[in-house]
């Protein structure tokens, strides 16, 4: 598994006016995307970050660390070795998942990145999938957690909703420091 340095977060934008969102099915708000990283020596670092939808399905991804300033969680935008990087600044349109199921999600070349628009019908959890197009996979993700690995690229997110965080808390908290 490759190291992702820090803590990685990842805020997205859904879709305003989609016809999607015409029956009240809306995914937006701010997401958990606690991951677990294996460090070199077998140790597992859990790391935190967070996946905000907001209105016009624009993905925008941030790291969280603590502020030398402050000592206080703040945010920034992730780069390359993060999970989630390859969303950024890609929008999540509405569509449709390989199992034939609506969804909301980005095409990253051949593959898919894509959250679906209804729970689990059993356990209620969320759920969300990548599709690599080459070899016609489908990896579904079901609860929290879980972390897909595809070549370059790391990718994650966990439900439910947060009620506590906002895109414009993220937003007020930006590491300033250089």
Same mark, same amino acid.
Request: glycine content about 12%; aromatic content about 10%; proline content about 3%.
């Given at each position: 598994?490759r190291r992702?340095?820090l803590f990685?977060?990842?805020?997205v934008?859904?879709?305003?006016?989609?016809?999607?969102?015409?029956d009240?099915?809306?995914?937006a708000g701010?997401?958990?995307?606690?991951?677990?990283?294996?460090i070199?020596?077998?140790?597992?670092?859990?790391?935190?970050?967070?996946?905000a939808?907001?209105s016009?399905?624009?993905v925008?991804?941030?790291?969280?660390?603590?502020?030398?300033k402050?000592?206080?969680?703040?945010y920034?935008l992730?780069t390359?070795?993060?999970?989630?990087?390859?969303?950024?600044g #890609?929008?999540l349109?509405?569509? %449709? @998942?390989p199992?034939?199921? !609506?969804?909301?999600e980005?095409?990253? &070349?051949e $593959?898919? *990145?894509?959250?679906?628009v209804?729970?689990?019908?059993?356990?209620?959890?969320?759920?969300?999938?990548?599709? #690599?197009?080459?070899?016609?996979a %489908? @990896?579904?993700?079901?609860g !929290?957690?879980?972390?897909?690995?595809? &070549?370059? $690229?790391? *990718?994650t997110?966990?439900?439910?909703?947060?009620?506590?965080?906002?895109?414009t808390?993220?937003?007020?908290? #930006?590491c300033?420091?250089?």
């Open positions: 598994m992702f340095g990685g977060l990842v805020i934008s859904a879709m305003a006016g989609s016809a999607a969102l015409a009240g099915v809306s995914i701010v997401y958990s995307a606690k991951h677990k990283v294996n070199t020596g077998g140790s597992n670092v859990e790391i935190n970050g967070y996946l939808i907001g016009d399905g624009e925008t991804a941030y790291g969280s660390r603590n502020s030398i402050t000592g206080k969680e703040c920034f992730v390359k070795s993060y999970v989630n990087y390859a969303l950024q #890609r929008r349109v509405a569509g %449709t @998942a199992n034939g199921e !609506p969804d909301y980005v095409k990253l &070349g $593959d898919t *990145f894509g959250i679906f209804e729970p689990d019908s059993k356990t209620g959890n969320f759920r969300w999938f990548y599709h #690599r197009g080459a070899d016609d %489908t @990896a579904t993700v079901t !929290p957690e879980h972390t897909i690995n595809t &070549g370059n $690229d790391s *990718f997110i966990t439900g439910p909703r947060l009620a506590s965080m906002s895109e808390d993220i937003r007020m908290q #930006r300033d420091e250089r």
